[in-house]
């Protein structure tokens, strides 16, 4: 790396020379610019070819017929494929699921994690280590503490089941494969993973007011659940939006803890857009695994974009109120 | 500060409700060193058992499970030193640079954070197995590149963004290149903000699961997959498993504590600070 940067030294100089005469302050030499572009090239290179290329192979994909184990007989078959997923009344179920989960499990999440970040918001010694713990969960993979989870919900040896059957007296139970059941459980183990995430950047924004507004507040007798609905909602709404936006799309695209806790089952009760496409994978179907991952990619970006629209309108309507 | 008795009552109950938090951690710890039988007992032991070491030693000689730790070390050890390669010059020109729509490149590149991994696994399926690389740890340190690198460019940015700008004007009029004002200023400035993006790449990539999945099936299958070998269809060996789960997580309470006030600010995308 240093030969490259002694060799170009001399043109840099000249280069920078000319910066102190340069009219505008921020202004930008050309050269500049070109050593820019060069800086950003390799990154904007691999992800083009790593990502970009794959997501239009992929693309291309969802036109062809490409069965797995007999590949010799891949052909285009135009909207084939997708004309199928939409026939196809698992595919809509999947895609109603998928939605009602990221409703669901987003909601319970911002609202214990609004909870849990003023519980944590607090001056006493070792809170720092309370915030450093309560954060685990979101650091421990899907794919360990779904199957931790799994033994706790065990039947017969599970910990929820002595917890249910000892403390509340009611009958061991089979969480996971009974079709009532195994969404609920799913969406407790989410929850448990990412309303810690929720709390502790809700926590940073609350942390981030100014000490005089909270004084402010504190000698206008404002307190309790006033001061947090008066003024911390609106001053973190900027980062509550980031943290929604966040969640909803990581929720729409759960495949570990769907795939590792339930694959999907029993029969479909848990069977999610990610693990549903899975499941086609595995039947060989290339062609319309590409197509059903290409909608859910279009799903994400029409509930982001709801999402989105929604906000701006509800902060124009709001801007309106105020000024009247 | 003063402490009212409510205060007083509510640090009780933060700790009480962390603690609980906690519960599944500690147990999958707890399972990983007690004996079978108790493990598949209907009744739980708490702490009237001797504890064993067999667990720790099935999923080594059983599962193979240091196969999966090396493959997990290399691969994701390689690819995070890679996109930190690749990211760190990229994240300085979108920052600092004055590139024209520095701040589109920049919102480009984080939006890749957000694609569906089921989008793009089939490509990388198919062109692994055309360049015979299925369970290859190239594969994979190729694939995390790609997955970590928007992450690593975006909050990498946010860093740069916070450092003061004369140090550098004062290396232009110096006559430095920008590979010199890069290496030699503003990396010892952004070592704060660049460990922490490493680390954060290093443990999406650690906890990586759907990629794994498809580009490996034995020789280089890292430790989430190697996990699951632990359950078969008829047969669950929790105790292996919670061996293997205790092995993948201790790094990552490693992590939280190294990462400490950085944490919210990596996983709100640098939303707050």
């Not at chain 1, 029969?267 to 059903?292: C, K, N, P």
């Amino acid at each position: 790396m240093s030969t490259t940067s002694q060799g170009t030294r001399p043109a840099k100089l000249a280069g920078s020379d000319s910066v102190p005469k340069s009219p505008r302050p921020g202004a930008v030499s050309r050269q500049t610019r070109r050593t820019a572009y060069l800086m950003l090239a390799p990154c904007v290179i691999v992800l083009i070819v790593l990502a970009i290329y794959p997501m239009a192979f992929s693309g291309v994909l969802s036109f062809k017929v490409d069965p797995l184990y007999n590949p010799n007989v891949a052909r285009f078959i135009g909207w084939r494929n997708f004309e199928d997923l939409f026939d196809d009344f698992r595919f809509w179920q999947s895609i109603r699921l998928t939605v009602l989960w990221a409703l669901l499990v987003v909601s319970i999440q911002m609202v214990l994690g609004f909870l849990l970040a003023i519980l944590l918001d607090r001056k006493m010694r070792g809170a720092g280590l309370l915030r450093s713990l309560i954060i685990i969960p979101v650091f421990v993979s899907p794919v360990a503490m779904g199957l931790t989870w799994r033994f706790i919900f065990e039947p017969v040896a599970g910990l929820a089941n002595w917890i249910v059957n000892t403390g509340l007296g009611l009958e061991k139970y089979s969480w996971l494969s009974h079709k009532d059941t195994a969404l609920s459980t799913l969406m407790i183990v989410d929850c448990w993973q990412w309303t810690p995430f929720v709390a502790l950047i809700l926590l940073a924004g609350m942390q981030s007011i100014s000490p005089e507004i909270s004084e402010a507040a504190r000698l206008d007798r404002i307190r309790g659940a006033t001061y947090y609905t008066r003024i911390v909602i609106p001053l973190i709404r900027p980062v509550i939006m980031v943290v929604i936006l966040i969640r909803l799309v990581d929720s729409i695209r759960i495949f570990d803890l769907n795939f590792i806790m339930t694959k999907g089952g029993p029969g479909s009760a848990t069977l999610m857009a990610s693990v549903y496409d899975y499941t086609i994978f595995e039947q060989g179907h290339l062609g319309l695994m590409a197509a059903y991952g290409f909608l859910i990619l279009i799903l994400i970006n029409i509930i982001v974009a709801i999402f989105l629209n929604t906000l701006y309108r509800a902060e124009k309507s709001a801007r309106v109120a105020d000024a009247n | 500060m003063h402490q009212t008795s409510l205060g007083r009552l509510i640090n009780v109950l933060a700790i009480i409700v962390v603690a609980l938090w906690l519960i599944p951690v500690a147990w999958v710890a707890l399972t990983s060193i007690k004996p079978t039988k108790i493990i598949n007992a209907p009744e739980p032991t708490f702490y009237s058992f001797t504890p064993t070491d067999e667990h720790y030693i099935e999923i080594f000689d059983r599962f193979m499970f240091h196969r999966a730790m090396i493959n997990s070390l290399v691969t994701v050890g390689v690819s995070t030193l890679i996109v930190m390669i690749l990211a760190l010059p990229a994240a300085y020109a979108v920052a600092r640079m004055g590139l024209m729509g520095g701040d589109i490149w920049a919102l480009s590149i984080l939006s890749l954070r957000f694609m569906p991994g089921v989008v793009v696994v089939l490509p990388y399926f198919k062109m692994a197995n055309g360049f015979g690389l299925i369970d290859s740890q190239l594969a994979l340190i190729i694939v995390y590149t790609a997955f970590g690198l928007p992450f690593a460019v975006w909050i990498l940015r946010s860093f740069l963004l916070d450092l003061p700008k004369e140090v550098e004007e004062a290396g232009r009029l110096d006559g430095l290149s920008w590979m010199q004002i890069i290496f030699r200023l503003i990396l010892p400035m952004a070592r704060p903000g660049i460990a922490v993006t490493a680390i954060f790449t290093f443990v999406f990539s650690w906890n990586e699961y759907l990629f794994s999945l498809f580009l490996t099936y034995d020789k280089a299958t890292t430790m989430p997959v190697a996990l699951q070998k632990t359950i078969d269809l008829y047969n669950v060996l929790w105790g292996s498993l919670s061996a293997g789960a205790v092995i993948q997580l201790l790094p990552m309470i490693l992590v939280v504590f190294l990462l400490q006030q950085h944490i919210a600010r990596g996983l709100a995308l640098g939303a707050v600070k």
